[in-house]
């Protein structure tokens, strides 16, 4: 269906803020996940506002004549949130993306929507301050999309994840309000918390124009290492055991005994094939206490190998593998690629189960799937492994990843710790919530977007009525 | 206005479960905060729901008759926030009080709203366990009503408000469905983030009838004290840069002059009438190392003394005057209370002005305001002393306490750090989050409680169509 844009170009906007070229219409068809599935849907116009008012008066004038709007930044997003599924505008934020405000005596910056993550690391670093949830994709993926999917990272075990470092945000209403929720203070109590509604709301209730974010001091003691354990089990054990004891790690990643099969092919190295554990030690004071505790707990577990380093280039060496496994995945043969990607995210105690049942799961259907992830929050990324133009593969492959994620969700887990529900994984919301939430958030949808102009088909399932979560289309 | 609420003999309630007599229904008419203000309202009927099923279906009933219910539990709240502002039910939840299930091993426990926070802690600490962000008020107060207010404490300084620290709700809408949100993983981006927007909704959007908390190791190391400072821009300086340097307080509290004064009085203690600063520091190691550094802050703020003991007896009698200071203000003089009780928030390096500005705004009105509050967080309890009986004092105060939270919107702050809008501050909330949020938070109200039954008369402010949130009744 096409949508008639015209209308932009009798907007306030400059000739180069407006586009309706297939080839800028093209490039923002799809996200790194859809992408891998194949799946692209061409907006009708592209759009670059540079200012909240820019944003705005798009936005009133989509809504008024019923033009689907979709905020794109980087793209990297995994689940097609960043698709315009329902074609229309692809709203572009990557102009958006000045440091508006900083103020390093109260560990807070305002930026942009459209800045890339690791330049306000950069930033905010020569005062010894750090944005500590960055996803691993942070050296390419805006602020903006990490507050839509509420993102996370290596680091999140310890520090958190986006949510909790956003203070506040300048956001507009599909009907052009501009809002800001929120408060400079630490914390408030003051109304609805409006911030953490729209942080993960994938661009569906609002456009983020700016945030606040919070920055915390960089640790004074820094190590870091891997250990090798004989099994799964053991490796998973000791992991859960080390988060339990708060051990302070900063980052405690998994690759399982096939991951590091498949970077050893791709990196020519010969780490032992054997489940690894990727360490990050934090702290101000008894770092090597704390790494003397944490080998205690590995010991119990059997490791087999544990290297720690306080130097930047074997700390970075030890880390490689872990760096370069989705390169190593995609590579390993030619003809097999992720069905798809993302996460689930169990408790903890539950992690040894999870990741063995998603094993399990793939090799009776006689499937790879390497497993990885940020182990210490109960990540996984199962990555099943199919050829696509062998349909009883893909077959295999979609029951194999479907029964995994239903699993988390048995296990009393989440079906994406942080990646989004985008398209892609809109049929486990109601499994995951019960229908008595998934109503309640629609009936937010409708409050805020009556129109259902900001990201049409994204985390909501089909319904009887129709696609959209409006009640006027069918 | 009365309103009829002899429906609940025909539900399927036990006899005890439902009072129409007067004493208890006054029991309920007020909460702290609005019993020193003189405002009570007397609910039409109290119900003690034991199970979400009863409050489901006297939800469902009330709501279908047009009776509003305001949840109760403790009454500990400061604004208001419990008073059946309409008259109808007052639900009151201290029955559903269960530890339903404790997971040690995950840090993790479910309890029903009604159970006092301290009992939480209590049960945990067995364990080695904590929940961190319990108010001051935490032996009386319940989970329900902390969850409802967004509540936090002496500890949030290090660990967060109790928003961070509530993995998923169980929550009954006023139509009577029962809702679950969140989930046991400790990340999510599964939909909207349901649980952070009841969190702090002060019962207005839900009722909550579960709660799955997330719990913390206790600190390895343990030391209080207290340190005495000749001006208050000297400790509120010496506060901000501990803050800044992240120091290891778990807690970190001021007293003014004149706080210090009236606790010497009302304890017969000797304390020098000065700026005092009330610390503790958690580690796990290097807590002298951390004392040290904080040492070295306050002595380049001209600290007058520093006194620290790893003694329990020791640091509960170095701690005496922060615990006994709202005692202490009461009983200064016979005929001066607290004109509103509350707080402000502010960013940590507008803290030094705020104090200041509080404590000016009171003296030139020829008013005593005692200045303390959780330090670290930028928080502020001012309150202003005056006596009820004298009208014109009154005026005097009221316009101090009006400008003191006004100068804390001007300064990037929040009117309510931990005690909600409730009534009492009903009147800035546009203020603070300008016309459009408002807006929005109405939208959500309507979308989920289109009748208004639950707390009617809260958060908002009255508006030119009447005083409730929906569109029926002016």
Redo the contacts between chains.
């Keep these: 269906m096409t949508r008639d844009c015209s209308f932009l170009e009798e907007l306030p906007l400059e000739d180069d803020q407006v586009s309706f070229a297939e080839s800028r219409r093209e490039d923002r068809a799809a996200d790194w996940g859809s992408e891998q599935r194949g799946r692209e849907v061409l907006p009708d116009a592209v759009v670059w506002p540079e200012s909240t008012e820019d944003v705005s008066t798009v936005l009133a004038a989509a809504t008024e004549r019923d033009v689907p709007v979709t905020p794109y930044a980087a793209g990297t997003s995994l689940e097609g949130n960043a698709v315009p599924a329902h074609g229309g505008i692809s709203l572009d934020l990557t102009r958006m993306d000045d440091i508006v405000d900083y ?1 390093p ?4 910056i305002d930026v942009g929507p459209g800045i890339i993550g690791s330049e306000v690391d950069e930033r905010v670093a020569r005062d010894g301050l750090m944005f500590p949830p960055l996803p691993s994709s942070g050296d390419i993926s805006t602020i903006g999309g990490m507050i839509a ?4 990272g290596m680091q ?1 075990v310890r520090y ?2 986006v ?2 470092w956003v203070l506040g945000l300048e956001a507009v ?1 599909a009907d052009g ?5 929120g ?12 911030t ?2 729209l ?3 994938e661009g569906t ?1 609002a456009v983020v124009t700016e945030a606040t974010l919070e920055l ?2 960089r640790p004074h003691q820094i190590r870091g290492g891997r250990a090798v354990f004989e099994t799964l089990e053991d490796a998973t054990g000791a992991i ?1 055991e080390a988060v ?3 051990v ?1 790690v900063a980052r405690i990643e998994l690759l399982d005994e096939l991951s590091v099969r498949m970077t050893n092919d791709y990196l020519e190295t010969g780490l032992p094939d054997a489940p690894t554990v990727f360490l990050e030690f934090h ?4 770092i090597e ?2 790494i003397d505790l944490c080998l205690t707990i590995f010991e119990d577990h059997d490791v087999l190998e544990f290297e720690i380093s306080a130097d930047d280039d074997e700390m970075s060496e030890l880390w490689e593998a872990r760096r370069e496994i989705a390169f190593a995945v995609e590579n390993y043969e030619p003809e097999l690629h992720t069905l798809h990607p993302g996460d689930v ?5 539950a992690y040894p189960e999870m990741v063995r049942e998603a094993k399990r799961l793939a090799e009776e259907r006689d499937l790879l799937a390497p497993c990885y992830g940020h182990a210490g ?3 996984l990324h199962h990555n099943v492994l199919v050829d696509p133009d062998d349909p009883e593969m893909v077959e295999r492959g979609e029951e194999a990843y479907r029964k995994t994620v239903e699993k ?1 969700i048995e296990l ?10 985008g398209e892609g ?1 809109r049929q486990f ?1 109601e499994d ?3 229908a ?6 629609r ?6 977007d009556p129109t259902d102009t900001l990201n049409p088909g994204k ?1 909501f399932p089909e319904t009887a009525e129709g696609e959209r979560v409006r009640d006027d289309e069918t």
Tied chains: 1, 2.
Aim: a negative charge; zero cysteines.
């Design positions: 103020r005596d109260d560990f807070q999917t509420d993102a996370s999140t958190g994840e949510a909790d209403l309000t501009v809002i800001e929720t408060s400079r203070a630490k914390k408030t109590s003051s109304g609805y918390n409006l953490d509604l942080v993960g709301s209730l915390a001091g859960a339990r004891t708060e302070a702290a101000n004071h008894g206490e704390e995210t169990v408790p903890i105690s929050d109960g990540n988390a009393g887990g989440t079906v994406t710790g942080e990646h989004g529900i994984k919301l995951e919530h019960g008595g939430a998934v109503d309640a958030m009936r937010l949808k409708r409050a805020l985390i």
